[in-house]
């Protein structure tokens, strides 16, 4: 039987008030399951960052409940989210926000400093998850002496490296060329094949079309639940 990682319940998020009120999310509710592989799609200022904000407990919701792995992540404070965030969730950004001073390997190592974990078994992990990227050969590189698909296989690995429930990529292949995005997005599938949940915020159709569903937000709310990739383009035209 499968279990929910993410569980959307009425989610609002209000910037503002008065005059000046922005409703970003408007009691968006929406599941996702263990090992699913979803993108979440719309166009500007449809709501589609703010909930992937709320999803990786960088911000919190106006009004509703998020339960994150089964945990009510609503009511926690600012040490536990941070918790949360660096033990269940693993981020992938448009931008690598790699340390340039550090190696490939020693990029990869920092979640597990923040965890505590012994440097050996940092060291032991670290090396694994970039050889599960194909850069098992990069380790002492630092980023000035990668490519720009190789960072990001860089920073897929320091996602990957806690063993988190959850992978959440934010236009991933954004600042990608269409072959990288290619060699990119096998690696998401083959992550997803091992069984992580992935859900990736794109406005590339092309890209959305390699995931396994998606939602579409219009307006701060969601549109389309569980939208076939095979159907993409008519919703496009068309919402």
């Not at 509710?29 to 909930?51: A, D, Q």
């Not at 490296?161 to 991933?172: H, K, T």
């Not at 590339?204 to 390699?210: C, G, S």
Request: hydrophobic share 40%.
């Amino acid at each position: 039987m499968s279990q929910t990682i993410i569980r959307l319940e009425q989610i609002s998020k209000i910037y503002g008030e008065g005059n000046t009120e922005v409703r970003a999310l408007s009691e968006v509710s929406l599941l996702v399951e263990s090992g699913e592989y979803c993108s979440i799609m719309g166009p500007s200022g449809s709501g589609k960052s703010t909930v992937m904000n709320v999803i990786g407990c960088l911000d919190r919701p106006t009004a509703g409940r998020y339960y994150l792995d089964g945990v009510d992540v609503a009511g926690l404070n600012d040490t536990e989210l941070a918790h949360i965030r660096n033990r269940k969730i693993g981020f992938v950004f448009q931008q690598f926000h790699l340390l340039p001073q550090l190696t490939a390997l020693e990029n990869v190592m920092l979640p597990m400093v923040y965890a505590g974990i012994p440097n050996g078994e940092r060291q032991e992990r670290s090396a694994e998850a970039l050889s599960r990227v194909g850069l098992g050969n990069r380790l002492n590189n630092r980023p000035n002496q990668l490519s720009g698909g190789q960072q990001q296989r860089v920073a897929i690995a320091r996602a990957i490296v806690n063993q988190p429930v959850l992978l959440l990529a934010d236009e991933p292949t954004g600042a990608l060329d269409s072959q990288t995005t290619k060699e990119v997005m096998a690696i998401f599938e083959e992550l997803n094949a091992s069984g992580i949940t992935v859900v990736m915020v794109t406005h590339e159709p092309d890209v959305a079309r390699l995931t396994h569903r998606i939602v579409w937000f219009r307006d701060g709310e969601v549109l389309h639940n569980n939208l076939a990739p095979e159907a993409l383009g008519e919703v496009a035209v068309f919402s």
